[in-house]
C-alpha cells in the first residue's frame, strides 16, 4: 500500500515562501509526482508535474516562483515555493502514480497554504 506523507504548509504573508515536501512509500515503481492545488470553490488544478529521474512542467501561474525538486531519499520530492501571492491560497496534494502491476494514482492528504497579510 502506498502512502504519502505531505508537510510544509501554513499562513504566509505576500511575498514570502514556503517549501512543501512529499515522501511516498510502499512501491519501487512510482514513475512520477505531481503537485495540485484547490482553492475554495475552484477545481482541482496542476502545480508541478515532476518524472522522477526526468524534467518538471510547470503551470504557467507559478513559473519563475516555485521550484520543485527531488531528494537521495527515493521517492520525495519538495515544492519551494517563493513570491506567494494571495492567489496562491489552496490546499496542495501530492499525487504519485506507479505503473506495475498495473497503472495506479495515490493521493496525500493535502496541506494548506494560505497567503494573507
Known amino acids: 500500500q502506498v502512502q504519502l506523507v505531505e508537510s510544509g504548509g501554513g499562513l504566509v504573508q505576500p511575498g514570502g515562501s514556503l517549501r512543501l515536501s512529499c515522501a511516498a512509500s510502499?512501491?519501487?515503481?512510482?514513475?512520477?509526482m505531481v503537485w495540485y492545488r484547490q482553492a475554495p470553490g475552484k477545481q482541482r488544478e496542476l502545480v508541478a508535474d515532476?518524472?522522477?529521474?526526468?524534467?518538471?512542467k510547470y503551470a504557467d501561474s507559478v513559473a519563475g516562483r516555485f521550484t520543485a525538486s527531488t531528494d537521495s531519499a527515493p521517492n520525495t520530492v519538495y515544492l519551494q515555493m517563493d513570491s506567494l501571492k494571495p492567489e496562491d491560497t489552496a490546499v496542495y496534494y501530492c499525487?504519485?502514480?506507479?505503473?506495475?502491476?498495473?497503472?495506479?494514482?495515490?493521493w496525500g492528504q493535502g496541506t494548506q497554504v494560505t497567503v494573507s497579510s
Open positions: 499525487n504519485a502514480r506507479s505503473d506495475y502491476p498495473k497503472f495506479m494514482n495515490y
Open positions: 510502499g512501491s519501487r515503481f512510482i514513475y512520477k
Open positions: 515532476i518524472t522522477l529521474g526526468g524534467g518538471t
